[in-house]
């Protein structure tokens, strides 16, 4: 089994939290309960900002990155919160992501033939933890970037994780330098 | 109040939002992502922070008014809060997590409960100046104007 091109926000596991149906079958943001911001007025502003400075749409920035080709991520993270922003960060990168909660479920993912550029992967995970989903990911012949994006400070945890074949060890929060580089990287900007 | 001095407004309170630690830049990163095909980013990415963080406090006070204090339950809880408030820039709570996981590994039941406290201040604290940012900024839209960078 390949990955169909509309990637959904899939986890093997039984239970969704509820605030995954946030995202919509494309695994993008939907509105959410979130007070949105008016729409209309939203687009009359960008007709009309006669604000009288030179407020202008932002500026390229070093920060961004654009994708030459089709780039696929797996986030595995038991944080709702956690899992859900990794996901738009990726996707707002131009990636197509999908997720899951647990290792367990990441590990039945890629045994079922799934395959993905990058994962990112946190070392508490419910059922079964990142360091041992790592080692079996590993064992199966996936050698796609991993990233360890973990809360877990330590150079013990370090070693661990590393040892288990994730190919950096990433404190939370993942940000632009460590991420963009390995971006260019995996689509061949180097 | 005219569309200049809201924007200056802005500017002057989300200043003063990263001077005071309350915002690193974490939250920064996300701003840069918001765009016109993910307009709403961070609107609903903190929405989602801020309820993600209140199952994580209730689930705090739940676990420390027990008879008999399950210390690794609270520690990873205190985990998730300090993982996904770092992720969205939110330092000072970042900060305070990691206070609260020393005593927990400590099995300290009077430092967790004051830490607690204090994690749930500062939780209220970014919550509420995250909220009043976000009402300039729609204050400043509903005028017509832009946000400034």
Redesign the interface.
């Given at each position: 089994m390949t990955l169909s091109r509309e990637s959904h926000t899939s986890t093997s596991n039984s239970i969704l939290p509820q605030?995954a149906n946030?995202l919509t079958e494309n695994g993008?943001?939907k509105?959410?309960?979130?007070?949105?911001?008016?729409s209309g007025?939203?687009g009359?502003?960008?007709a009309?900002?006669?604000?009288?400075?030179q407020?202008q749409k932002?500026?390229f920035?070093f920060?961004?990155i654009v994708l030459r080709n089709r780039l696929t991520a797996l986030v595995v993270d038991?944080?709702?919160?956690?899992r859900?922003?990794?996901q738009?960060?990726l996707?707002?990168?131009g990636l197509e992501t999908q997720s899951v909660n647990n290792g367990d479920a990441a590990v039945e993912l890629i045994a079922s033939g799934a395959k993905f550029d990058l994962i990112l992967i946190?070392m508490?995970l419910p059922i079964l933890d990142g360091v041992e989903a790592t080692r079996r990911i590993r064992a199966m012949g996936m050698r796609c970037k991993m990233l360890g994006v973990?809360?877990?400070s330590g150079e013990r945890e370090r070693q661990a994780f590393l040892a288990a074949g994730v190919d950096m060890f990433v404190e939370?929060?993942?940000?632009?330098e460590i991420l963009i580089p390995v971006l260019r990287e995996l689509d061949g900007q180097v | 109040m005219d569309l200049v001095k809201l924007q200056r407004q802005l500017v002057d309170y989300r200043d003063s939002l990263y001077h005071e630690c309350f915002l690193d830049e974490q939250f920064t990163q996300l701003q840069e992502l918001q765009d016109e095909n993910n307009p709403d980013f961070v609107v609903e990415v903190v929405s989602l922070f801020f309820e993600d963080s209140e199952r994580l406090l209730n689930e705090l006070t739940k676990a420390l008014e027990q008879q008999s204090i399950d210390f690794k339950r609270v520690d990873a809880h205190v985990h998730q809060l300090k993982g996904s408030s770092s992720s969205i820039g939110a330092q000072r709570v970042q900060k305070s997590c990691i206070a609260f996981r020393n005593y927990c590994e400590e099995q300290n039941v009077e430092g967790c409960l004051t830490c607690l406290q204090l994690v749930r201040q500062e939780y209220y604290l970014v919550k509420s100046k995250l909220e009043a940012l976000f009402k300039l900024e729609q204050q400043i839209l509903s005028a017509g104007g832009s946000i400034p960078i």
């Open positions: 605030s946030l993008k943001f509105k959410s309960m979130a007070s949105a911001l008016p007025d939203q009359a502003a960008e009309n900002s006669g604000n009288g400075g407020m932002k500026p920035t920060n961004e038991g944080d709702n919160f956690c859900l922003l990794e738009g960060i996707q707002a990168y946190d508490l973990t809360a877990c939370k929060p993942l940000g632009p | -």
